[in-house]
């Protein structure tokens, strides 16, 4: 996407000042850093850490395979794919992590 700096502050609704003050690190985390990440369509994460989105999920599958496996290794392969599925797509959603709490709340529906 080649914006100029005018163009984006425009998409955003905001000043060219407060965009060259983001580009040039004086502010960290705007106001309207929602905007900013809808408008370059990219994650708020990705702004704020420099992670790309696939970095991202990846980081969340791999959390989420890893607390199953800790937390429902009585369930057979299929079942616990299903619950890292479930616990992905919930995470990716909610934009928090899954927790040991969250597998021992669920493992009794993939009984």
Known sequence: MDLTLEELALKVGVDYQNIQNVENGKVKR?????????????????????????????????????????????????????????????AIQSNKKATSADVTSLVHLFN
């Open 30 to 90: 705007p106001r309207f850093l929602n905007k900013l990440a809808h408008a370059l369509d990219v994650t708020e994460d990705y702004l704020i850490k420099g992670t790309a989105p696939n970095e991202i999920n990846n980081q969340v599958l791999e959390q989420c395979i890893e607390i199953v496996a800790e937390n429902a290794n009585d369930l057979g392969f299929a079942e616990q794919s299903k619950l890292v599925t479930y616990l992905y797509n919930k």
